[in-house]
């Protein structure tokens, strides 16, 4: 865990600044027209969407990738795989550091033919929307998978899952969504979009934005950061700086803390006021988990400058993982933050690295790491904090809010329960 270092010459400007390419974009259908688009798409070729796909469908449609209007044409699928970003009409570049992209199989590409507009049928059964003015083109999944994680080693989440098993064929086009996507998993009132979260900061008065990303419950190192964070904003002239604590709600890798456990654990954080309501917002980032690291981190940023964000707090190894075959990171810890502080089309976000913090066994508290005390200070990873909790073992006094601590171990009793049950299962079966 690290705590910010902010350039010296930084001075306070406004938040909410402009989304990319200007103007944020929202692909949902107005109600006036909802009908006429329903019967238009009973007629068109289908196009069957993954529980994956429709995420991303869910991302675009509300403008968290502005301002890309729909899955990806060839032209925009090679500037992201190749470039990292897009080139608009005037010129200027904006981020877009992973592709988004819809799979089809043969199948589905025969059944399309020459039709140049398809409907989109949610993993349900139901059509959800369509793709107009269409093009397919070639899925190179070798190259797609090289260039974005820079390796092809077997063992990758989002590859195993989504794309090795997705057809040899990418359709993009142009995309319109009936509703907006909804989960039904009692967190929907959590995923606030693009445009809501924008009004949500201008009903606070906020003057300065900080977003900061995570997947694992918050600990008091998290809540250190953040509050540091606002600290320095304050001290820097913002009036009142507001925090998006925004987890990421879409697709991770089947050891990560589900969804659900995560924002009940950061529920607790808030009640017990170790971060404060008042200059807080929780909302679930509703994109899928590439675990790309450099490449990844690029568009976790630029997708917040989309919510109107203008700070972003990076830390040690963001979107990172261990190598899927050997004993190492897959990434260098450190260039998801130099890389950040040099993509093309993220000028305009302010990036937070940070330094070093860790528990203090003398403080018995997360504090800042001081070198000159090392012995002093125990660092516990995020596999470290869900090994206590698994085996039921307390983490140091002050690492985490008790109440947040005991949404966690609930979990994992009741993984150890759910374990046992089919052990036993298992045996009367035989």
């Known amino acids: 865990m690290q705590s910010l270092s902010f ?40 196009v069957k969407l993954t529980k994956i796909d429709l995420e991303w469908v869910h991302v675009i449609s509300e403008g968290w990738a502005s301002p890309l209007k729909g899955f990806m044409r060839e032209d925009e699928y090679l500037q992201s795989l190749h470039f990292n970003s897009l080139r608009l009409k005037d ?15 043969d199948g589905t590409k025969e059944q399309i033919g020459v039709s140049k507009n398809v409907a989109l049928v949610s993993p349900q059964g139901d059509i959800i929307g369509s793709l107009r003015s269409v093009e397919i083109y070639k899925h190179n999944k070798e190259e797609r998978i090289a260039r974005t994680w820079g390796t092809t080693s077997p063992g990758l989440p989002y ?4 794309i090795t098993p997705s057809g040899n064929w990418l359709i993009g086009g142009d995309l319109e969504v009936f509703q907006p996507v909804k989960y039904n998993d009692g967190l929907d009132h959590y995923r606030l979009s693009p445009k809501q979260l924008r009004k949500e900061f201008d009903n606070r008065q906020a003057d300065a934005v900080f977003a900061f990303q995570l997947r694992n419950p918050v600990h008091n190192g998290h809540a250190l950061l953040m509050n540091d964070t606002r600290k320095r904003l304050l001290e820097m ?26 924002m009940e654990q950061h529920s607790k954080v808030l009640e017990d ?37 203008n700070f972003y707090i990076v830390g040690r190894d963001p979107a990172g993982m261990g190598h899927p075959t050997e004993k190492r990171d897959l990434y260098d810890p450190d260039h998801g933050k130099k890389v950040l502080s040099m993509a093309p089309g993220l000028e305009k976000l302010n990036i937070l690295p940070f330094r070093v913090a860790a528990y203090d066994t003398v403080e018995k508290k997360m504090a800042f790491f001081d070198p000159t005390r090392a012995k002093e200070f125990l660092f516990i990873s995020g596999t470290k904090m869900r090994t206590y ?18 949404v966690l171990v609930k979990y994992y009793e009741s993984l150890q329960e759910s374990d046992e049950s089919s052990k036993k299962q298992t045996v009367v079966s035989a």
């Open 389 to 406: 909790a698994r085996t039921g073992e307390s983490p140091p006094d002050g690492f985490m809010c008790p109440s947040g601590w005991n």
């Open 91 to 105: 010129g200027t570049l904006v981020n877009m550091s992973l592709p988004i992209v819809l799979a089809i199989d």
């Open 7 to 46: 350039p010296a010459s930084m001075t306070a400007k406004s938040s909410l600044i402009d989304p990319d390419g200007g103007e944020l974009v929202e692909l949902i259908v107005p109600e006036s027209e909802i009908e006429l688009k329903k019967k238009e798409s009973e007629a068109m070729p289908r």
């Open 237 to 262: 002239g913002y009036k009142n700086p507001i925090l998006l604590l925004h987890p990421l709600g879409g697709f991770t890798k089947a050891d990560d803390v589900p969804l659900d456990v995560r």
């Open 273 to 309: 006021g170790v971060l404060d309501p008042e200059t807080t917002i929780v909302s679930i980032f509703p994109s899928p988990m590439h675990y790309a690291g450099p490449t990844e981190v690029q568009w976790h940023a630029k997708a917040r400058i989309n919510a109107g964000a």
């Open 159 to 162: 590859v195993d899952e989504h």
